[in-house]
């Protein structure tokens, strides 16, 4: 080959590298010859798989974070749940403690009582009502304190009249306590009616507890059909 063939054939190659780099049209021509365009194309079809791909992971990613987030919560629930159910066991044991000791009391509140009761006959009706109050004080430490207040509607008696009985306050309860030698029917119903009267005046519904020496058996079946506890040792 001649010099002048090989000039030549340098230039044309240089005139075609410019002709291809200038002309995309021609370029892009020549690369679907040599099977570039099939290759990009392989490429861009990758390309958009692998961003439908991470947008995929990425919505994987959000619903595990809120997976995560959502089984903290349930944890904390769990944890709130199970202190809950501890401080029920405490309080449970704390009010079976409580209902011991109060059993014990009652224990010796039987025993004095029965002791009172043997000895009514030296006792007037205020000594007993006295040692009544001293057992309260003693075995619950509740103090006894006589509410007075005038009737004026006689709801108690059918007339105006002054209305006395003896009041226990404890841990929120109010109680009426009526102190008797001798228990019948007309004492019962006279501390259902002392009753509705405190209700009337102090806005609270009491509890409602005599003490007798003596009750007779209908006054007793009375107190238990009215809701009225009876403690008494002997029976008349």
Do not use: C
Request: charged letters at 35%.
């Amino acid at each position: 080959m001649s010099s002048s063939n090989t000039i030549d054939a340098g230039r044309l190659k240089r005139a075609l590298l410019e002709l291809v780099e200038s002309d995309p049209e021609l370029r892009y021509a020549l690369m679907g010859l040599l099977g570039y365009r099939e290759i990009l194309e392989r490429i861009t079809r990758l390309e958009e798989r692998f961003a439908r791909l991470e947008e995929r992971f990425a919505g994987l990613a959000e619903r595990q974070q809120r997976l995560e987030e959502r089984m903290e919560q349930v944890m904390r629930e769990i944890e709130k749940l199970w202190r809950e159910v501890l401080a029920l066991r405490e309080s449970q044991q704390r009010l079976e403690e409580r209902q011991q000791r109060v059993e014990e009391r009652l224990e010796r509140l039987d025993r004095t009582l029965a002791t009172v009761a043997h000895r009514f006959g030296v006792l007037s009706e205020h000594a007993f009502r006295e040692a009544m109050r001293g057992i309260l004080e003693e075995y619950f430490g509740a103090t006894a304190h006589r509410w007075s207040v005038y009737d004026a509607e006689g709801l108690v008696y059918g007339y105006p009249s002054e209305v006395e009985v003896d009041v226990v306050v404890r841990d929120g309860v109010h109680i009426l306590v009526e102190v008797k030698s001798r228990v019948d029917t007309s004492d019962v119903l006279e501390l259902s009616r002392i009753a509705r009267l405190y209700e009337k005046q102090e806005g609270v519904r009491p509890e409602l507890a005599i003490l007798g020496g003596f009750v007779d058996r209908r006054a007793e079946r009375l107190a238990q059909r009215l809701g009225i506890k009876l403690y008494t040792y002997l029976e008349g």
